[in-house]
Structure formats: structure tokens, C-alpha cells
């Protein structure tokens, strides 16, 4: 399995790609990654140093791989934050490219717009584009909570509700969805995630844990991806991919980490400790 991650990257600690790539090598995919930026940290720090990219390198990147041949290999692009919309350009180039070659390959969009209580986080631009430009395009979408309301207008407080704004955002263009961060349908103390494919809708629960760290949903979304090409299951790979994070998070929130043990829990992505089974919704 080949996978090409267009995402950011940061020296110090787990997220975009340096939260995403390691999972899926440990279960055996090849990762070509693409940085959009080099930053020191992930700004939830407040401070960091580094540089975004320029749009133009990330296509020099993606043409240089096209130029070995390797294209018509790849499986699928995954993608993720933007520092600014002009990346989604290069992004969108780099999924023409590959589907060019390869049809059959599948493109993983996470719509990293917001978050409850925090709002939109992102640079003026990036939320019309992931709706009036990448979404249409895309095969897999894996917002959170947050982002299917504002992409969908459409607010997540049941199941019943949640159903009918992961349809709207089909709708909108990628046939299979995944949404993290849910309360609808949990009991206290719990958070839930559903996917749907098909006509088909699954969901689940796993403990809220005590800790707030970044980088989660870009593995959870490089999890998902993942199970879902080698099963061609959406209710399956929602399970996996659930079982794997929860037990990560776990493990760092038990070590009182401010990262995420992307390495040291490395264990959870193979064999998970304890096994979450997604259940028809």
C-alpha cells in the first residue's frame, strides 16, 4: 500500500505528518510525505519557529515523485491543515496527477477548519476552499464535529441529526465520511465517532479521557484511511481506527504527556488493548 501525505510537519513532538506517517508505516503502508510546513512545534504552544511552504515546491515535490514512475503505485493521498489556501491548489494538482495514472486511487480529505470552543482557527480563504473546491473532490472526508456543522449548516446534537449532516456533506461530494469528536448518542464520560459509506451509517463510543493534546485527529483520519483500503469497510475501519487512538491516548494520558505517544504507545496501531466494535447506526 502506497500512500501520499500532504500535510504539515513539526521537529518537536507528533502532528500532521509526523502524527500520521509513523502509524501507517508501523502497519506496513509506504509513505511518501510532503511537508507544507517546518515548524519548530505545533502552535498550540503559542510560539514556534519555522517557515510554511510555498505551493510551487509542494508541485516540484509531486513531480519529481511522478518522474520515478511511482505514481500509478499510489493508493491514495491523504491531506490535511493548510497553511494557506494556495496549498490546496498544489493539493488538488497532486490528486489529478494521481488519479490520471491511477483511477482507482482514493483521496482522504481532513477539513482542518475548527473546533468547539475554539472556532475557526484557519487563514481567511481555507474553509471556502476545503467546501467550494476540495470536497467536491474528494473520496474520504474526516471532519470533526465542529467542521461537519459549519461545512453542512447542519448541527450534530442527535444521531438522527448527525445522519442527516453526514448526507448533506456526501451530498457534497465524498462518498465515504468520518466524524470524530461527537457527543450525539454518548453516554457521560464518553466521546463518539461515526462513519458512513454507502447509505450505510456506524458509530461508537469510547471513554473521554483527561487530556488535551493536537495531533489525534490527524492519525485517527491516517488510521481510517488506512483500514478502509485494506478492508473496503467503513464500519470496519472506524472500529480499528478507534481502538488504535484510543488506546494512544490512553497511554498519554496516563504518562501525563503534552504530545501525544505517537512512538512509545506504537504497539496500540498493530494490536490495540482494548477493542471498540462499531455498531449500525
Not at 61 to 68: A, H
Request: hydrophobic letters at 45%; a negative charge.
Amino acid at each position: 500500500m502506497n500512500i501520499l501525505s500532504i500535510q504539515s510537519w513539526v521537529a518537536y513532538g507528533h502532528v500532521g505528518n509526523a502524527s500520521a506517517i509513523f502509524p501507517l508505516q508501523r502497519l506496513g503502508a509506504e509513505v511518501w510525505g510532503i511537508n507544507t510546513v517546518q515548524f519548530s512545534n505545533h502552535t498550540g504552544y503559542g510560539a514556534w519557529r519555522g517557515q510554511v511552504f510555498g505551493a510551487g515546491l509542494i508541485g516540484d515535490l509531486v513531480q519529481g515523485i511522478e518522474e520515478r514512475g511511482a505514481l500509478p503505485g499510489c493508493d491514495a493521498v491523504l491531506s490535511g491543515y493548510m497553511g494557506d489556501a494556495a496549498i490546496g491548489e498544489a493539493i488538488l494538482g497532486a490528486v489529478a496527477r494521481v488519479k490520471q495514472v491511477n483511477p482507482q486511487a482514493l483521496w482522504c480529505c481532513d477539513p482542518v477548519i475548527g473546533d468547539v470552543g475554539r472556532g475557526v482557527f484557519v487563514r481567511p480563504g481555507i474553509p471556502e476552499f476545503f467546501r467550494d473546491r476540495a470536497l467536491p473532490e474528494a473520496d474520504i472526508a474526516t471532519p470533526n464535529r465542529f467542521e461537519l456543522e459549519y461545512l453542512t449548516g447542519i448541527e450534530a446534537r442527535t444521531v438522527e441529526d448527525t445522519k442527516r449532516a453526514i448526507a448533506a456533506l456526501q451530498a457534497m461530494g465524498p462518498r465515504c465520511v468520518l466524524v470524530t469528536s461527537l457527543e450525539a448518542g454518548t453516554e457521560d464520560g464518553e466521546i463518539g465517532m461515526m462513519a458512513a459509506e454507502g447509505g450505510r451509517f456506524w458509530r461508537l463510543s469510547t471513554p473521554l479521557l483527561p487530556l488535551g493534546v493536537n495531533g489525534a485527529g490527524d492519525a485517527v483520519a491516517a488510521l481510517f484511511l488506512f483500514h478502509r483500503l485494506k478492508t473496503g469497510e467503513a464500519g470496519t475501519a472506524l472500529s480499528a481506527a478507534a481502538s488504535s487512538i484510543f488506546g494512544v491516548l490512553r497511554r498519554t494520558a496516563e504518562a501525563g504527556s503534552r504530545e501525544i505517544l505517537t512512538v512509545a504507545a506504537q504497539e496500540e496501531f498493530v494490536l490495540p488493548s482494548r477493542a471498540f466494535a462499531a455498531l449500525p447506526a
